[in-house]
């Protein structure tokens, strides 16, 4: 079965610029998450979906905003980038939204503002 | 709020030695807790969950809520457990938050 599959891999963009990022969930998974990681703060949960609906959100601005497609494949988007917001970005998918599900990560798409 | 802290940044043994990764959180309902690994070049995935009280590669862990702790335990190092582990807590649905991580090196 394959895995949580997320692209691009690499990404650079420029101050100012909006990126999307895109996460493939294993199938039959409905429940997405995405995570920033970053050496300072180490992964921080963004945002989770689960049919479609948001049923969760981080402390991060609303530049960052995130859906999830019919398929359960889910994309994020990140507007008016900053330097700040390089990072590794992180999708994980959940067989069912609760509490003890496993997560199974992607490996990630790097990010990096210039 | 809820919070994971993992308050060792590293943690270097020789091999055979035992290992114990701490892992404190702070939650104010009943959390689910888990660890997670990252081996070199690979994802992050789980190790255990202390709902399954099950030991996966020689590794425990024990949910006490009165020291609410989570600590990782090997009795036996081996150098195939060097990695990234991340101490997480799941107050709700299938979201976690992540302690800032242990590197484990096992030297021979």
């Known amino acids: 079965k394959a895995g949580v599959t997320q692209t691009p891999r690499y990404l650079i963009k420029t101050r100012g610029q909006q990126v999307t990022l895109s996460c493939s969930p294993i199938?039959?998974?409905?429940?997405v998450s995405w995570y920033q990681q970053t050496p300072g703060q180490g992964l921080q949960f963004l945002f989770e979906?689960?049919?479609?609906?948001?049923?969760n959100k981080g402390n991060f601005p609303g530049r960052f905003s995130g859906r999830q497609f019919s398929n359960s494949r889910s994309e994020m988007n990140v507007s008016t980038l900053e330097l700040g917001d390089s990072a590794l970005y992180l999708c994980?998918?959940?067989?069912?939204?609760?509490?003890?599900?496993?997560?199974?990560f992607g490996q990630g798409t790097r990010l990096t503002v210039v | 709020a809820q919070r994971v802290t993992q308050p060792e940044k590293l943690l270097s043994v020789f091999k055979g030695a035992p290992v114990e990764l701490k892992c404190n959180y702070s939650?104010?309902?009943?959390?689910?807790l888990f660890w997670y690994v990252q081996y070199s070049r690979q994802r992050l995935q789980l190790l255990l969950r202390?709902?399954s009280r099950e030991s996966i590669k020689g590794f425990t862990a024990d949910l006490n809520k009165g020291e609410t702790s989570f600590h990782l335990k090997k009795p036996f190092a081996q150098e195939e457990d060097s990695a990234m582990y991340y101490c997480a807590l799941s107050g709700g649905y299938s979201t976690l938050t992540f302690g800032k991580g242990t590197m484990l090196l096992v030297s021979p």
């Open positions: 994980a998918s959940s067989l069912v939204a609760v509490q003890s599900t496993e997560a199974f």
């Open positions: 199938s039959g998974h409905r429940s």
């Open positions: 939650y104010s309902g009943s959390p689910e």
């Open positions: 202390h709902i």
């Open positions: 979906y689960f049919s479609e609906t948001q049923r």
